[in-house]
């Protein structure tokens, strides 16, 4: 169920490489990115570890802290 909550993440790929997003319900993010169905990144780079991952209080302050991690 989405929370109120965001939370930032990082999903280290097959191929070394570091994704990272925003979410409200990180649980069936995770799902869509391991079924292929998320990003078309992650989608040729499965399996994925969730590397990192972070609470923000808003979706505002989820995507400020995305621009930083990149």
Do not use: F, Q
């Not at 169920?1 to 191929?15: G, H, I, K």
């Not at 990180?26 to 609470?55: D, V, W």
């Amino acid at each position: 169920m989405p929370s109120t909550c965001w939370t930032v993440y990082l999903l280290r790929c097959r191929d070394g490489s570091l994704y990272t997003g925003i979410t409200n319900d990180l649980a069936r993010r995770l799902a869509l990115h391991e079924s292929g169905k998320a990003s078309a990144y992650t989608r040729s780079r499965r399996p994925l570890a969730l590397a990192y991952h972070e609470l923000r209080p808003d979706r505002g302050s989820a995507l400020k802290r995305e621009a930083a991690l990149r």
